[in-house]
């Protein structure tokens, strides 16, 4: 029995509409996860032509950071000013648009000013696509939020895959126009099946109540998970269990895949047993693979194997968190849902900031390992407040 709001209520649109939006849906969250992914490839190829130091380029980095968190922040009177639909139309169309300026960027304040756009507008789209999917959940009366963050993830492999082909063949900025321009054909062919916001017109500042809230800490915590795994399963292969650098990449790549499948199969899991199980299971898993990944570390030599398939299996057990939290903000039936699911994606993004340089510092006072044994812990706590945070679904 699924725990999603009923839809077809009266005034809304039929579940064709419904089911018509969900594939425009679609497109957005495979665009976003797309351009991140592209962007990704032009990392390194942008330090060099600009020469900047490690530094230099944290710095151009963390303008990126601050300008999606200060714009999502933002982002719900927006969104109950103007409903979604218009909102993630706007942003898409620049969070593409941008992709290739970095490439031609004269200096390092240009880059700065460009990036802190390029993720204000990434930012903004994340939260605008995250609130139409929960209407568009709450229409067909059925789950679908896990799959659209699959296609995120499916996105960013098909950026990296993509960009990483075509960088040797032309330039950065020829790159990322094309793979922009190909998006966006997608995209506005789509574009006219979103759902229109029932309530849009509610604009102004609300602040989260204390279900959302919690719900916002639960994502946070999550993303702190998913970015220390990114930020630091390579090095933990390489400098605590001695795996060579082919195998140390290999970490994070079967994280991601795994995160991948479990969302693609989330919804029919979610749709049959309920967020909150759904939730409590994964926090028992992610837990368990981050113990095969400490228990690599304690056998002699060290076994990267084991380690790798701990991160696996932790993939799998993270990989529903964030969708079942976000539906189950998009289906508050008090207040405003598009304000709601701004504050809990705000809150998740200032847990992606925050994880890896927490892990880090806890790896200098004592170790990696015991820094995935803490993360290890937070799961834990989240599957026991899975309860509490996620209603259960209608006998």
């Known amino acids: 029995m699924s725990d999603v709001t009923k839809g077809r209520e009266a005034g809304y649109p039929a579940t064709a509409d419904a089911a018509s939006a969900r594939w425009a849906t679609v497109a957005a969250f495979f665009l976003n996860g797309t351009v991140f992914g592209v962007w990704a490839t032009q990392i390194p190829l942008l330090k060099n032509r600009l020469d900047l130091s490690p530094a230099v380029l944290g710095a151009a980095l963390l303008c990126l950071a601050v300008g999606a968190l200060t714009a999502m922040i933002a982002s719900g009177p927006l969104l109950g000013r103007i409903g979604s639909a218009p909102v993630m139309r706007v942003t898409a169309l620049l969070f593409a648009g941008l992709l290739p300026l970095p490439a031609l960027v004269p200096d390092v304040v240009t880059l700065c000013i460009v990036l802190a756009l390029f993720g204000a507008s990434g930012g903004t789209m994340d939260v605008a696509m995250n609130a139409q999917g929960a209407l568009v959940e709450r229409r067909l009366g059925r789950p679908i939020m896990s799959s659209l963050h699959g296609m995120w993830s499916l996105g960013g492999l098909a950026g990296a895959g993509l960009g990483g082909l075509l960088l040797p063949l032309m330039p950065a900025a020829a790159q990322a126009a094309l793979v922009s321009a190909g998006l966006l054909v997608l995209f506005l062919a789509l574009q006219g099946r979103f759902l229109p916001d029932r309530n849009a017109g509610g604009g102004g500042l609300v602040l989260p109540d204390r279900k959302t809230l919690l719900l916002g800490l639960l994502a946070a915590l999550s993303f702190m998970s998913e970015g220390a795994i990114l ?120 847990g992606v900031l925050t994880g890896p340089p927490l892990v880090g510092f806890i790896a200098q006072a004592t170790s990696l390992a015991t820094a995935f044994a803490m993360i290890a812990l937070l799961v834990l706590g989240m599957a026991a407040a899975a309860a509490r945070a996620v209603p259960r679904p209608p006998a």
């Open 231 to 350: 930020d630091w399963s390579a090095i933990h292969l390489r400098d605590d269990l001695g795996a060579p650098a082919a195998v140390a990449g290999m970490g994070f790549g079967v994280f991601s895949a795994a995160m991948a499948a479990g969302r693609f199969s989330g919804d029919r899991l979610r749709h049959r047993f309920g967020g909150a199980t759904l939730m409590r299971g994964g926090g028992l898993l992610a837990a368990a693979g981050l113990g095969l990944v400490l228990a690599g570390g304690m056998v002699a030599d060290g076994t990267p194997l084991l380690a790798i398939a701990g991160f696996g299996l932790t993939g799998i057990g993270l990989s529903n968190m964030v969708p079942v939290l976000f539906s189950t903000a998009g289906a508050v039936e008090t207040g405003h849902p598009d304000h709601a699911v701004a504050a809990v994606s705000t809150m998740g993004y200032a």
